[in-house]
């Protein structure tokens, strides 16, 4: 039987698995989609942004990523001005967020296609061991007291102690299993096409638009644009060049012709939330728990944390190291996380509507993002870099993210300390020291937020906490 059932091989599902590896379960990787189907994902840009490119570089993949960043920079001319000189923390709503000074901590971001995110996490997965099937579709989940069942299209079955649904918006493991999943429907649509125009000189791109928003080659070759008209009457209908063509001279006011279309997706800003990210064995992570519009480009990195998040604990308790009960604080944490993001992004909806309500709005919005605290503010909320797990602490960096770099490949929790008490307490523990001249002492969890911290090296309490982030 397997440790754990991930479905979805996707980048949360991908990067899920390494964390498990690195905590020592032995993940199985379901996949429903082929290869072509998988690259048909990468339509437009993703972005990486702070906190995540942070985790990412605790296991050194940060390389890696700044290596596709340059090959992508290379197509898209413009990627070199959307980043600013590695200030540019994303948007809100359409409005530019971008930091004074690149930061000295990693928490810059990145720029890639999906496919090849999900190349660079399939790689690194499979240098520590994970196993994955591709065109594998799941159409049920079946729970026990000892057991998940993961049913499949073809009438197989595959067991394992714990599944963990990484299988998007539409999430058959959500579904089968009786998540609720509360929220608002669509107010707006979304097209992004592989297409050409007649006179592609004759649109010019526009956030802000009379009729809502078309961008023209800010990647080579695609075309997006969005209507705020109540959301798509059928999501999966394949995209024909007149319905594009429709769509952009609405928008831009425009008598484009499209010549040419080899395919499209449409969006929505569907905003939902599972009530628990965990009933009994089974639990959601990225979009399968959460979905919201893509404006600001968070849902992504959202589940990518949510990864971080249940990695290292569901592989502690997949282990037998630690008690069931640690998957609990798996939702505690990351709900508020979520429903933060399904806020700030309905909102980013509102400032995107054309209208001279929503353009007064974004005029108030600008004003007060040249005020450096607010810019602070919002760029700490678009790139999640204000995420505190344990408010309510002694200590102000206990549930913050470890306030210097850190590099963790192996996933280990990491203990920074200059007390001799401190490392004699943590003595025989799994944990990797870095000893420091000063400073706090700090526990710091395999996903970089802090659990204990003292500031004059005293020990106590740190025999808890070690027994909460490394296990028995």
């Known amino acids: 039987m397997n440790d754990v059932i991930i479905v979805g091989g996707g980048p949360v599902g991908l990067l899920l698995a390494g964390e498990l590896r690195l905590a020592g379960a032995d993940p199985l990787v379901l996949e429903a989609a082929d290869g072509a189907a998988r690259r048909n994902r990468s339509f437009g840009l993703r972005g990486i942004n702070g906190r995540t490119s942070q985790s990412l570089r605790m296991r050194g993949l940060t390389e890696a990523f700044s290596e596709a960043q340059s090959e992508l920079s290379a197509v898209v001319r413009r990627l070199p001005g959307l980043m600013k000189g590695n200030r540019a923390r994303g948007h809100f709503g359409g409005l530019p967020l971008v930091e004074n ?55 197989g079955i595959e067991r394992a102690a714990y599944l963990v649904g990484c299988d998007g918006g539409r999430s058959v493991v959500r579904k089968r299993t009786g998540f609720a999943f509360p929220g608002t429907d669509a107010t707006m649509t979304g097209r992004i096409a592989a297409a050409e125009l007649a006179d592609i000189g004759a649109v010019e791109s526009s956030v802000h638009g009379r009729g809502g928003t078309v961008l023209v080659s800010t990647v080579p070759g695609e075309i997006s644009t969005m209507e705020f008209d109540g959301g798509p009457e059928d999501r999966d209908a394949p995209m024909t060049a007149d319905e594009m063509q429709a769509s952009i001279r609405r928008v831009s006011g425009v008598d484009a012709t499209v010549t040419r279309l080899d395919g499209g997706i449409r969006f929505s800003d569907n905003t939902r939330q599972a009530a628990t990210y965990r009933q009994g064995r089974v639990l959601l992570a990225g979009d399968a728990a959460h979905v919201h519009s893509p404006i600001g480009g968070q849902g992504l990195n959202l589940g990518l944390q949510d990864a971080m998040n249940l990695g290292w604990k569901l592989g502690l308790v997949a282990r037998d190291r630690s008690p069931e009960s640690l998957l609990d604080t798996y939702t505690a944490e990351r709900h508020p996380v979520g429903a933060r993001i399904l806020r700030n992004t309905r909102a980013q909806v509102a400032l995107m509507r054309p209208g001279p309500q929503s353009e007064a709005l974004r005029e108030v919005l600008r004003e007060t993002l040249e005020i450096p605290e607010a810019m602070r503010h919002f760029v700490a909320l678009g ?38 008490d401190v490392r004699a307490a943590a003595n025989g523990h799994r944990v990797r020291l870095v000893e420091v001249g000063s400073g706090p002492s700090l526990l710091v969890r395999p996903d970089g937020y802090v659990a204990w911290a003292s500031a004059d090296g005293d020990p106590a309490g740190l025999g808890e906490a070690l027994a909460w982030v490394v296990g028995s």
């Not at 099937?133 to 159409?139: D, K, P, W, Y």
């Not at 993210?401 to 929790?413: I, N, T």
Request: with cysteine; proline share 6%.
């Open 101 to 155: 000074e690149p930061d000295p901590n990693g928490a810059g971001g990145f720029i890639l296609r999906q496919h090849v995110l999900e190349g660079i996490l399939a790689e690194w997965a499979t240098g520590l061991g994970f196993r994955i099937r591709a065109s594998c579709e799941v159409v049920d989940v079946v729970q026990e007291d000892s057991e998940v069942r993961a049913v499949l299209a073809d009438g």
């Open 383 to 420: 790139n999640g870099t204000d995420i505190d797990y344990a408010p309510d602490s002694a200590h102000p960096l206990v549930g913050r993210f470890a306030p210097l770099p850190l590099v963790a490949e192996d996933g280990r929790a990491v203990l920074v300390t200059g007390s001799c």
